[in-house]
């Protein structure tokens, strides 16, 4: 059984998807690509099939992240059953999530961090470097709690 991680932001064009990203970078990184299922979603999508925003793609390649192929979706409950790891950028993510949650999941949404991932939607490009650090800091961390339990 995989290890299944959604990350979820508000319109899964900026953190989640840079998150997503990193996380599959580290899981390539380690050979792990079989043991880890990788998505996100978002919580108030504008528009299904959006790109990621172009300075989160800008952000991302600085650093070696292609999330050139992600496309903006909007989160569903049976996504909170699928993942066991359904991770909230910030706060009213997570409420909106565990609004969302079916019965079974509960306590299975949490937060990212211990605090809120500032979106840097309508930002400078330092926003966005910003969310990334604490982003890659986080899922470098995710990762290796995550690799114990294996």
Not at 39 to 55: C, F
Request: proline share 6%; aromatic share 6%.
């Amino acid at each position: 059984m995989k290890i299944a991680i959604l990350f979820v932001c508000t319109g899964n064009t900026c953190r989640s998807p840079m998150a997503a990203g990193v996380m599959r970078f580290l899981v390539r990184s380690a050979g792990l690509e079989r043991v880890f299922a990788i998505d996100s979603a978002g919580t108030a999508v504008r528009q299904a099939g959006e790109p990621p925003s172009p300075l989160a793609l800008e952000a991302a390649a600085r650093r070696g992240y292609d999330i050139s192929a992600h496309r903006s979706r909007t989160l569903v409950a049976a996504d909170l059953a699928r993942f066991a790891h359904p991770l909230a950028m910030a706060r009213t993510h997570l409420a909106a999530m565990r609004a969302l949650a079916p019965p079974g999941t509960d306590g299975r949404p949490r937060l990212f961090l211990d605090r809120d991932v500032a979106d840097p939607w309508g930002g400078t490009a330092r926003d966005y470097d910003h969310a990334l650090d604490l982003i890659e800091a986080r899922c470098v961390d995710l990762l290796e709690q995550l690799h114990r339990t294996l």
